[in-house]
Structure formats: structure tokens, C-alpha cells
């Protein structure tokens, strides 16, 4: 170890020749010892020469005890290119720029805590007998950086874990934000929408330019805000979706910098506000259904009794005239009017549910496959094209098998006068609500339902049908056996595509039993 007794005066040679340098200075004197960095002045051996206040507290040593260490040995660099060599490298002409920087860590003393400092090593001009080392103490910067490190990767978590998408775009329509949930909904790569994407593009021609315009104004939540507008997105295959979207306008200042946009997809509120709709509907249609099986039972015990009594009569009339009576033909209309007013009777009762069945379990592929085994082979067939999508392990549901058969028939037999005996008919089975309920599906090519139809297809005596070719019980008695079932039906037609038939039953537990209700 090297002993330096005339440490001081070699500090003060030294510091009065630096000054000198620059300009005789006295005041860079106070500086360097004023100046919260360390700095040190490390002779061509790499023996520090002098540091200052700043440099002893970073190096957790007391001012002045800095002349005479090894700088290697402090800052731990004893292996650094910069230190070896024939000259050291930092004295040798080798040294491709007069200042070199070094991130490390400087641990203050036995057991002290440690620094985090960026060292610049500079070399003069023109004296290569010694350099300078500059000690900036980063802990703050890196502290400041990781914490904005942290939060920006909390802020991209939260954004990204949003089912809504977020979309951020400049004023020029570039993306320079698009979370997961916007590639959810829009069918877009992160990468593909921040390369070349343009923000217009998410929209239908012009809409972009209105949501711009809406968002300047006063009039649709403040100036630079969009609030909860409905419009439609365009996906990346071309498909429109309803969207839900709430935005507006980033500023710097006065200028406007930014957009962005909070996307909601309504496909699912919409579907649970039709289902809403649709739930109301059938609870008052079941009310009214109550109503009318109540009458119904009432007038048609008060009918069949009559009407049996009219058949008799009439029958033994055209007995006693015989078929060569003038009035021969006459009696067989009484007779024939006489026998539909039986089948509506029968109808009525079927539909006030005045009989009691079994119940028990029902394969739903099992009753659709005999109702086609029945129908198959009659004219109104012959030219429709039936396609079978049964699930193979589809659950049973409690119920009545003939009963069932009745619904099936009356939907299917429907969907081929609707069509005149030409096009296709679906029947698909599945599970659905987590296997809790069995679903099949109805649908047909025909000419599909008039709105104001769809409404009044379940009412009792409601026929499209020509006078004398339907009661209008058909689907009143299908809607009644549904609900003693526990089961629902829905019916989604548009004009010229069609109309479904969903039936949904709830499935069979072992052991249940029951009457219908």
C-alpha cells in the first residue's frame, strides 16, 4: 500500500493547477466541494488524488480519506477493461471517446445500504497524468423508473383485463392503444391494428367523422366527450356489431392530441332485452291461455252434449229417407257440419288439458324422429328436404311421449304448408344453460311470419289457413302442452328467410315423477 503523507498539499498542487486550467477560476473551487455529485481526480496509476464531499458520502467514507485509495478496489472494477493495459486504458489513446459511462452499485461501508450511481469517466485534453471520475447518484431516477414501470404495467393490466375495447387512436387515425377486448370484439391482431389499421375503418363509411364532430360539441356529454352512444363496429371479416361507445378527446393544451373510445358490446343486452320481452309476453300470454282454457272447457261440455244428440237424430233421418231422397245430400251436410263441430269440441277439451297422461322420461330425438317416421310418407313431403342435427347423448326430459309427439307434429306439419311442399326443414337438438335444459330448434325455408302474425300465431281459433281447412287450435294446444311440460317456445321468423321453432324443456332428474299441472 502506498503512503501518501503529503496528501493535503497534493490535493491543493493539484486543485490549484485544475483551476488555473480553466481560466483561474477561484470559484470552481466552491463548486466542485458544493456540488451534490462525487468527484474524483485519479492520478495514471488509478490512485485517487482527491474526492469530494459528495464522492466520500456515495463511497460511505469521511472527507479526506478517499486521497491514496485505489480506485479499482472502490468501485469494485479491478477486472474493467477501462483500468487495464500498459498505461490504463483510460490514459491509453485506445480510449475511443474522452468520456466513458458506467452504471454500478456502491455499497456505503460495512453493512451500509447501497448506492446506485452512473460514473463518467473523463479524460483532459491535454494533461493525460490524471482524469476525473463524476459520481451521479441515480436512486431516485431508478426508484422514479421502476415505480413508472410498475404503474404503467398496472395501467396495461387493467386496460387489458377490460371486457370492453379500448381503443386509442391519433388525430390523424393511426392506433397507438388496442386491448385485448378491443381484439376480442373486432377480430384484429394488437400488431395488425397498431401497423396499418386506421381508426375509420372500425366504423361504416362517414361514421368516424360524425363521432369526431360529436365529440368537439357541447351537446353529447361536454366538449371532448362522447357518452354512451349506440353506432355499429365494423369487425375485421366485414360483420357489423352493435356498440355500446363512450369516448372523447386527449388535450394538450388547447390542441387536440388524441381520441379514444370505450366499446360495449350490446349483442348480449340486446338479447337479454328481447328474452326480457319475450318472458313478458309469455306471461301474459299464459294468463290469457289460463283465461281461454277455463271458457273453453266450459263451452265445450256445454256443446257435446248437443251436438251428439244433433248426429243422432240426423243420422236416423237419412236413414229413414234413404239416398235417393231429395234430401239425402242435405243430411249429409247437417252430418259433416255436425262432425267438425265434434272434432272442435275434442280440440277444446284437448286444449283445456280436461284429460290426465303419464308422465315420465322422454327422449326429445327419440318423439322427433317417429313424428318424421309419420309424416315422411305423405305428399306434403315429398319435396322438402329434412336435415337431422341430433345430439347423440342428449339428456332426457319428464314428460309424455304421445303428448310431445302432438307438439312436434302440429310445428313440422305447419312449417310444410308454409312452404307448399318445396324447400328445407332443420330439426337440431342440443344441451344448453350449462346441460340444464334441452333445446330443439324448428326451421323451415319457407316464406317466414308477418310481425303482426308472429304476435297472435299462439291465440286459440287464429288461422292463416282458407275457411274450412283449420280450427286455429293447432299451436294454441302445441303452447298449452309446452307449458305443462315446464318448457318454453319461441318463435323468431323475417320475412322471406324462414321461421324457427325453439323449444326448451328442462332435463330429467332420476327418480322424478309427476302430473301435469
Not at 48 to 69: K, M
Not at 193 to 210: I, K, Q, S
Not at 250 to 278: H, S
Not at 424 to 433: F, G, N, T, W
Request: contains cysteine; hydrophobic residues 40%.
Amino acid at each position: 500500500m502506498v503512503s501518501y503523507t503529503l496528501t493535503e498539499k497534493r490535493q491543493t498542487n493539484l486543485l490549484s493547477g485544475l483551476v488555473a486550467d480553466m481560466g483561474s477560476n477561484l470559484m470552481l473551487y466552491t463548486i466542485v466541494e458544493e456540488t451534490p455529485n462525487g468527484v474524483l481526480v485519479v492520478d495514471r496509476k488509478h490512485t485517487v488524488l482527491y474526492g469530494n464531499p459528495s464522492a466520500s458520502r456515495l463511497l460511505g467514507l469521511a472527507y479526506g480519506e478517499l486521497a491514496g485509495r485505489s480506485l479499482p478496489d472502490l468501485l469494485d472494477l479491478s477486472d474493467d477493461p477501462l483500468f487495464g493495459g500498459k498505461d490504463g486504458f483510460l490514459l491509453s489513446d485506445r480510449l475511443f471517446s474522452d468520456r466513458v459511462r458506467r452504471e454500478m452499485t456502491l455499497k456505503t461501508g460495512p453493512g451500509g445500504s447501497r448506492h446506485v450511481v452512473e460514473a463518467v469517466f473523463i479524460r483532459p485534453e491535454r494533461d493525460r497524468d490524471y482524469y476525473s471520475v463524476i459520481l451521479i447518484d441515480i436512486d431516485e431516477r431508478i426508484r422514479l423508473e421502476t415505480e413508472l414501470r410498475r404503474r404503467n404495467s398496472f395501467f396495461h393490466n387493467l386496460i387489458d383485463s377490460s371486457v370492453d375495447g379500448i381503443i386509442a387512436a391519433d388525430m390523424k387515425g393511426r392506433i397507438i392503444l388496442f386491448n385485448q377486448g378491443a381484439q376480442s370484439l373486432l377480430g384484429y391482431t394488437e400488431q395488425e391494428a397498431l401497423a396499418d389499421l386506421h381508426v375509420a375503418r372500425l366504423y361504416p363509411e362517414g361514421e368516424a367523422h360524425e363521432i369526431l364532430k360529436r365529440m368537439r360539441s357541447d351537446d353529447f356529454g361536454g366538449k371532448g366527450k362522447l357518452l354512451r352512444h349506440e353506432l355499429l363496429a365494423v369487425t375485421k371479416d366485414g360483420h357489423q356489431i352493435p356498440m355500446s361507445l363512450s369516448g372523447g378527446i386527449i388535450y394538450d393544451g388547447d390542441q387536440e392530441i388524441a381520441t379514444f373510445g370505450i366499446f360495449t358490446d350490446l349483442r348480449q343486452i340486446q338479447k337479454f332485452a328481447e328474452d326480457l320481452e319475450q318472458s313478458h309476453q309469455m306471461l301474459q300470454h299464459s294468463e290469457k291461455m289460463a283465461g281461454l282454457g277455463r271458457l273453453a272447457a266450459g263451452v265445450a261440455h256445454e256443446i257435446n252434449n248437443p251436438m251428439s244428440g244433433i248426429m243422432l237424430y240426423a243420422n236416423l233421418v237419412r236413414e229413414e229417407l234413404g239416398d235417393e231422397h231429395p234430401l239425402a245430400r242435405d243430411m249429409e251436410t247437417i252430418i259433416h257440419e255436425a262432425e267438425r263441430c265434434k272434432v272442435i269440441v275434442a280440440d277444446l277439451l284437448e286444449f283445456s288439458h280436461q284429460t290426465s297422461y303419464d308422465m315420465g322420461s322422454v327422449n326429445l330425438n327419440e318423439v322427433v324422429l317417429k313424428t318424421l317416421a309419420l309424416l315422411e310418407m305423405q305428399p306434403l313431403f315429398h319435396n322438402i328436404k329434412i336435415q337431422l342435427s341430433l345430439d347423440e347423448n342428449l339428456t332426457s326430459v319428464l314428460g309424455n311421449a304421445t303428448r310431445l309427439n302432438q307438439v312436434f307434429m302440429n310445428i313440422i306439419v305447419n312449417a310444410a304448408q308454409a312452404m307448399e311442399g318445396k324447400g328445407a326443414l332443420s330439426i337440431a337438438s342440443r344441451l344448453r344453460s350449462n346441460r340444464e335444459i334441452v333445446e330443439v330448434v324448428v326451421q323451415d325455408s319457407g316464406p317466414g311470419i308477418a310481425p303482426d302474425i308472429l304476435q297472435r300465431i299462439f291465440d286459440p281459433f287464429f288461422t292463416t289457413k282458407a275457411h274450412g281447412e283449420g280450427t286455429g287450435l293447432g299451436l294454441s294446444i302445441s303452447y298449452a302442452i309446452i307449458k305443462e311440460h315446464k318448457g318454453t317456445v319461441r318463435v323468431a321468423s323475417t320475412l322471406g328467410q324462414g321461421a324457427a321453432f325453439t323449444l326448451r324443456f328442462p332435463i330429467w332428474e332420476p327418480g322424478q315423477t309427476g302430473e301435469p299441472s
